[in-house]
Each structure stands twice: as structure tokens, then as C-alpha cells.
């Protein structure tokens, strides 16, 4: 008797093999790791939208710096004219030329520079320096001394300018450049921005290192802090020279001569008269924004990253 040929398994038809590929496909964890994985890249991507905001907030922002270039190029019958110029012209040398021969204006830049430097030195030292002791010394009144350099910063600057005229009066001082940097030589926002910060980027633990190896407490804030608090300086040295460039309010009040006026005064001059010569106005303008322009270029991206490692942190 003979036994039966082996039977070979069956041969899976094509259609039964896409079947079971589309219900391995269709389990549902690899759908949703498939999904989770698209959605990541669609939101890591930046889309059309993110771009185009990113151009109008370009636009709106360079435009009156490029009008005013534009302004200050031409005459002051330009801005009369319909439709308004929109290229540059040629009268920009002669409208410079025209500044500093209506106004020391080399000297007020200069005045500026001078004045805005040395309160930005200070601020960013004695701001780092009682940081520094608020955020990691322990002594009496601590808080409360924190709470009324804070409150000073609800005070309106301009309750304090007569008192303050009258002190300079007695100092001699008016009609100097120490009489604008004297006043913001210390800056309350300064202390309480660089307490914050030193609070969260300074280790109390290496501080009490450097203790037990016989450091004093200059040291250790000359050698330890303000290393640590480099990102947070750049960033309130950039606001402070700002903030001093900008200044218009008291060295106006407590400056009388054309050789010691500081930029934002000259610029006033500038603009007397019966008639504005608004294309001389914003000439001035643009010569005065080009010493901001440069403190951002060497200073921006240090500026960034401290804005970044500060909110990283906090």
C-alpha cells in the first residue's frame, strides 16, 4: 500500500499578502508613533505664516530708519513732494556738512559717549555688586533694603529734578557733564535685575568653596561673580547705554552751553527755528543712531544669549 505524496504548503495569494501587510500597517501603536512622529516635524518646522510675520516685522521696523536715510539725503522741499520720494538723493554730504556747521556736533557725540560709558561702567558694576549681596549674603534688613530700592522705581523722575538741580547748584556742578552722569550713577532696576539673576546662576556652594580656601568676599565677587554674571552685564550694559544715550530731559535742564550739550540736546537745536528743516533734523538723527547701531552690532549677540541662558534658567 502506498502512502500519500507530501502535500507543499500553500502558496499565499498576492491579495491575501496585502491583507496582512495593510493589518501589520494598521496596528495601532506604530499609526500612532507614525503620526506623533509628523506632527513633531510639522511643529519643529516653520511655516509659511512664521516667515511672513517675520518679514512684516522687518519691514515695519527698517522703514522709517531707511525714510529717514532717505529724508536726509534730499532737501526739505522733498517732503512736500506727491508721491513722496522713496530712493536717495544726493545732498546727504552737504546736509552733514551742514550739521556740524550749525551745531558742535562732533563734540556732543563725543559728550554722549563720555556720559553714557561711565554710567553704563557703574550700573553694571555696583548693580553686580549689591547683587550680589542680596542674592547670597545673609545680613539684617536684607529684604526690606530690596523692597525700598524697588519701591524707588515707582517714583516719577520728575519729583526729584529741583531737589536735584539745587544739589548740583551747590556741588558747582551745573553746566558739567558730571551733573547728568552723577544721577545715574546707580540704577534700581540694575540691583534688582542682577539679584534676580545671580540668584539662579550662582551656586552657594561654590561661593562657601572659596570661602574655605581663604577667600575674601571682594574676591570672591571680582573672581567668581562677575564671571557668572557676564550674560546678565551685557544685557544691562546695552539698556543702560541705551537708556543714556536717549537722555534728554535733565542734561537739558542742567546744561546751558553748546560745547558741553549732549547729542539728544544738540538735536533740539537742531529742529528751532521758525521754519524745521526736517531734512537737517533727521540727517542729525541718523548720525546719532549709528553709535547705537554699533553697540548692537558688537554687542547683540552676547545680548541674545544672555536674554536666552536667563530664561533658560528662570
Not at 73 to 92: E, H, I, M, T
Not at 123 to 141: H, I, N, R
Not at 244 to 258: A, G, H, K, Q, T
Amino acid at each position: 500500500m502506498t502512502s500519500p505524496a507530501p502535500t507543499s504548503p500553500p502558496v499565499p495569494s498576492p491579495a491575501a499578502e496585502d491583507t496582512r501587510r495593510s493589518d501589520r500597517t494598521a496596528l495601532p501603536g506604530r499609526s500612532d508613533r507614525r503620526a506623533r512622529s509628523r506632527l513633531r516635524a510639522l511643529r519643529e518646522q516653520p511655516g509659511r505664516l512664521a516667515y511672513l510675520t517675520l518679514v512684516a516685522v522687518l519691514f515695519f521696523s527698517g522703514f522709517p530708519l531707511y525714510y529717514s536715510f532717505v529724508v536726509a539725503s534730499r532737501d526739505n522741499s522733498a517732503l512736500a513732494q506727491v508721491p513722496p520720494p522713496v530712493l536717495p538723493g544726493a545732498n546727504l554730504v552737504e546736509n552733514v556738512q551742514r550739521v556740524f556747521d550749525t551745531v558742535p556736533f562732533g563734540t556732543a557725540l563725543w559728550n554722549s559717549v563720555f556720559v553714557s560709558a561711565v554710567v553704563t561702567a557703574s550700573v553694571v558694576f555696583f548693580s553686580t555688586l549689591a547683587g550680589f549681596a542680596f542674592a547670597k549674603l545673609e545680613f539684617k534688613g536684607a529684604k526690606v533694603l530690596l523692597v525700598a530700592v524697588v519701591a524707588t522705581m515707582m517714583v516719577p523722575v520728575q519729583l526729584g529734578v529741583i531737589p536735584l538741580f539745587m544739589l548740583m547748584i551747590e556741588l558747582e556742578w551745573t553746566d558739567t557733564l558730571w551733573a547728568v552722569i552723577a544721577p545715574g550713577l546707580v540704577s534700581a532696576f540694575g540691583v534688582f535685575f542682577m539679584t534676580q539673576y545671580l540668584r539662579g546662576a550662582l551656586p552657594g556652594s561654590l561661593i562657601e568653596s572659596a570661602r574655605m580656601d581663604g577667600a575674601s568676599t571682594f574676591r570672591i565677587f571680582w573672581q567668581i561673580v562677575m564671571p557668572a554674571a557676564r550674560p546678565a552685564a551685557v544685557v544691562l550694559g546695552v539698556l543702560t547705554f541705551l537708556t543714556s544715550w536717549n537722555d534728554y530731559f535733565w542734561p537739558l535742564i542742567v546744561l546751558s552751553s553748546p560745547e558741553r550739550q549732549t547729542v539728544q540736546v544738540a538735536l533740539s537745536t537742531l529742529s528751532g527755528g521758525y521754519v524745521t528743516d526736517q531734512s537737517l533734523v533727521l540727517t542729525g538723527t541718523m548720525l546719532a543712531t549709528l553709535p547705537l547701531l554699533a553697540v548692537f552690532a558688537l554687542l547683540g549677540k552676547y545680548m541674545i544669549s544672555g536674554i536666552m541662558q536667563g530664561a533658560v534658567k528662570g
